[in-house]
């Protein structure tokens, strides 16, 4: 839109801001495009395995061993697609203002020892060790939804596994902030991000931008759970190095003694 000759300064405005907001719209088309052709081939990958062994099993003629080698692939590559089909429910729901929280007092320490409980088996298979360092010395209480909470740890973790060295380290570092934040950091001494690409990860995960392999929606989904939990988080990385996430939430409030504990302590 352009508007020529003398008039008022409000109509220059106006144009301006319709033709923001036309690129917004070419913009989040783009995405929304790239975003269905990444979706589309990560969908495609494991639905090529279960289509192949599956007919290569229906032949038959194999022997025990080849048999449950191609139905656990298929029962592998079907958890894939389960979880990419999450992923996208998630997104989509988070996306729209819909995904509910189930809010309850949050012990974040053990929260963080189930987490790693969880990834244990993983971490195993390439010799990382997964350690947790408390520097808070107390216990450590949020107010949120245990099962995003632990969605959020499992992402990072799972990440920073898949893109670490074998035999190496994890560590969870948690420590208190000021203004009643607790800080946790999955540090990881990974292939790490280079500075070109640690931009375009963060203009994914910030913008949800989706370029390159993989989906992108994994950090994209984590960051818009921790800022429902009212939190902030932010990736920090060095190419050759490694990657440390850093998540950090409001403490919850004390426990204010209710009468019925009163009545049990008199
Ligand atoms: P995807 O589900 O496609 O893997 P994520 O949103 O989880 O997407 O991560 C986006 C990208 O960020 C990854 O493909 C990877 O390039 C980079 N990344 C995330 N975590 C790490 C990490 N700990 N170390 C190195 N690269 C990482």
Redesign the pocket.
């Known amino acids: 839109i352009r508007i020529r000759g003398k008039y008022p300064y409000e109509l220059g405005e106006l144009a301006e801001t319709l033709n923001y907001m036309a690129k917004e719209i070419v913009r989040s088309n783009q995405i929304k495009d790239d975003f269905i052709s ?1 979706i589309s081939h ?1 969908l495609r990958t494991p639905l090529t395995g279960i289509k192949g062994w599956s007919e290569t099993l229906t032949i038959g003629g194999f022997d025990p061993e080849e048999t449950r080698l191609g139905i656990g692939i298929i029962s592998k590559e079907t958890d894939r697609l389960i979880g990419l089909v999450e ?1 996208m429910l998630d997104f989509s729901k988070l996306q729209q203002n819909e995904m509910k929280l189930v809010i309850s007092r949050v012990n974040l320490k053990e929260l963080l020892q189930e987490t790693m409980l969880n990834v244990w088996a993983k971490a195993e298979q390439k010799g990382i060790q997964i350690k947790l360092e408390d520097e808070t010395e107390q216990p450590v209480t949020v107010m949120g939804d245990g099962n995003r909470l632990k969605q959020v740890f499992l ?2 973790v ?3 596994i ?3 060295h074998e035999n190496s380290w994890i560590h969870l570092v948690v420590s208190l902030k000021e203004d009643n934040r607790v800080l946790v950091q ?1 540090v ?1 001494s ?4 280079s500075e070109e ?1 640690l931009n375009k ?1 963060k203009d ?2 910030f913008q949800v931008n989706h370029q ?11 960051q818009q759970l921790v800022e429902l939990h009212h939190g902030d988080i932010d ?1 920090q ?1 060095e190419l050759g190095v ?2 440390t ?1 850093l998540v950090e939430l409001p403490l919850a409030e004390p426990e204010e003694q209710t009468g019925e504990e009163d009545l049990a302590s008199t």
Do not use: Y
């Open positions: 990444s990560e992923e992402n990072l799972d990440n920073a898949k893109f670490s999955v990881d990974g292939i790490g991000i690409h990860v994914r995960f390159g392999g993989g989906t992108g929606l994994g950090l994209a989904i984590t990736l990385s490694g990657t996430v």
